[in-house]
């Protein structure tokens, strides 16, 4: 990857997490990074294939992600709470997840792009699922459903309230059950 295109694809992540897919252009990216607006056309015909890219580079991210979490901590318990952080950490810099924001755009961005989501949500499921499973949670997979769900939103009210331990304060039931 160019490091040009590396720079477009962190700018337009931010301001994805920052301000939502729609609330932003590629004249706004462009200047915020410093180059023309046929940069960023080089690099990214329309916004839908921006949108993709992102997207699947938040899924490569969160799978290596994945596999340092299953292979640095010893339970479930531990690897569910360190993704609990990971997602606070967002409402420390003032951010959302990233493929939360574009789903709550879901009206508005293409096919390809709402493709890409629902991988990167069946992937997330599935390794949540899998750590309530090693948990011995009778029903692991609605219980991943409510995780996922209780995340998304309790890092939209801990930005809201302005209050990052939103976040651990509504997962901690999730996670002991």
């Not at 477009?8 to 023309?36: C, H, M, P, W």
């Not at 939209?156 to 990052?164: F, H, Q, S, V, Y």
Request: net charge negative; aromatic share 10%; proline share 2%.
């Amino acid at each position: 990857m160019t490091d040009t295109r590396a720079r477009i694809l962190d700018v337009a992540a931010y301001l994805t997490q920052t301000r939502g897919f729609n609330g932003f252009s590629y004249i706004d990216l462009a200047e915020e990074i410093g180059v023309k607006t046929s940069s960023i056309h080089y690099h990214f015909k329309v916004k839908a294939d921006l949108g993709l890219a992102l997207v699947e580079r938040t899924l490569e991210e969160h799978i290596v992600g994945f596999q340092n979490l299953d292979a640095g901590l010893q339970t479930p318990e531990q690897r569910l709470s360190a993704m609990v952080e990971f997602f606070q950490a967002y409402v420390e810099k003032d951010k959302f997840c990233l493929c939360g924001m574009l789903s709550a755009e879901l009206s508005s961005v293409s096919r390809d792009v709402k493709r890409s989501l629902k991988a990167y949500f069946r992937t997330l499921r599935t390794w949540i699922t899998t750590q309530f499973k090693e948990m011995g949670v009778s029903d692991p997979e609605d219980r991943a459903l409510s995780f996922i769900s209780a995340l998304e939103g309790a890092v939209l009210l801990a930005r809201l309230e302005d209050d990052p331990s939103v976040v651990a304060k509504a997962m901690k039931q999730i996670i002991k059950g």
